[in-house]
């Protein structure tokens, strides 16, 4: 496949506002994951965004607020984001630009909130509830065109916890097709109670601070977030800084079961080895990969099984989610520009809170701060009834 830049980019999380905010987070072992206290729940760890409710969005309909565009407001306001795309529409023109985005749960939370303020009499939501700018999956790539002035195609990815890994595959058809000459890739996932309660009625939330690859992992801790990319084709706009390339990615989707990992790991192996294929690498020229990592016991022992049955033991891989928590269709991109951040700095984040490595993996598990060039980085992303996503991004 023939690389396409990454020009700008952005992200948030509970470890911080913007790239610098990211990196100090990621090299100190600077943790985002409190106890939970959301929407009266209290149980296990979640990587909460300070100050959500507070940010008010601006530019845009008053329709639109919401924990989830409000997270896409405060992750597009970083990085100069903002500046870097109305440089590409002068360039481009705003039709030219399209918005591919993913997300798994919206803006539920709104959907929740009103549901509990339905009028006893009449059955109806609380007047100024606006289901298609806040619940509705489309309401992300919507708010954000607006908040940018872009009016190219949209698009809204919400393939679990996959969807913003899956937006990169989707925006580059897009640009193979002719559709548009640059995309704005990324997404954004806020906490909401169906995400917490019901990753806790699975029996899938951790009790304590999760802890991928441990030997006594117990579970997620789920996390908020929202990162986004610009990506053009690589020398189309002459005054555009590259910051890193993307060279390749695989998909597959197994279908194995709803909600668990098929435990041969065929899916996620197929997708490993299609993007090394796409990118015309060997697996010995992958210098880390970022895994997927969400701290359950089947879906950590899956994916191990995954990186030794393509990597073998040699390559440097962990977990990232000790730092944010899982934040479901917003990991893929922010697991991206945490590779995009290594890369630049030079370091491996080793799995946080791990006390015992699991004595049963094969793979190369790092569970310290490693400093090291990082020339390419794989950057995996497995979701509920078998989606599965690999991406690779490459050192400019």
Known sequence: ??????????????????????????????????????????????????????????????GFTCRNNQLADMACMDDGFMQAIQAARTFYGAGRIAVV????????????????????????????????????????????????????????????????????????????????????????????????????????????????????????????????????????????????RWVGYGVSSDGHHMSSPDPQARGAVAAMREALERAGLGACQIDYINLHGTGTSVNDAMEDHAVQAVFGPEVACSSTKGWTGHTLGASGIIEAMFAVVMMRAGFAPGCLNVTRLDPAFGSRVLTQTVHMPLRRVMSNAFGFGGTNCSLIFEAV
């Open 101 to 244: 985005l993913g997300t798994s749960t919206s803006g539920i939370l709104s959907a929740e909130e009103a549901y509990r303020a339905v009028d006893p009499i009449s059955g109806y939501p609380p007047e100024g509830f606006d289901q298609a700018r806040t619940q509705d999956l489309f309401s992300l790539p919507r708010f954000l065109a607006a908040r940018l002035g872009l009016e190219g195609p949209l698009l809204s990815v919400s393939n679990a916890c996959a969807s913003s890994s899956r937006a990169f595959v989707d925006a580059r058809h897009w640009l193979e097709a002719g559709l548009c000459d640059a995309v704005v890739v990324g997404g954004a996932d806020s906490l909401c109670q169906m995400t917490l309660r019901g990753f806790a009625s699975l029996g899938l939330v951790s009790p304590e601070l999760t802890r991928p690859c441990d030997a006594g992992r117990s579970g997620i801790s789920v996390g908020e977030g929202a990162g986004f990319v610009l990506l053009e084709r690589e020398g189309a706009r002459p005054d555009a800084t590259v910051m890193a």
């Open 1 to 62: 496949m023939k690389p396409l830049a990454i020009t700008a980019g952005t992200v948030l999380s509970a470890i911080g506002h913007g790239l610098e905010a990211t990196e100090q987070a990621l090299l100190t072992r600077c943790s985002g994951l409190t106890p939970c206290d959301f929407a009266g729940i209290r149980t296990g760890f979640i990587g909460r965004v300070p100050d959500v409710e507070k940010h008010r969005l601006s530019v845009v309909p008053a």
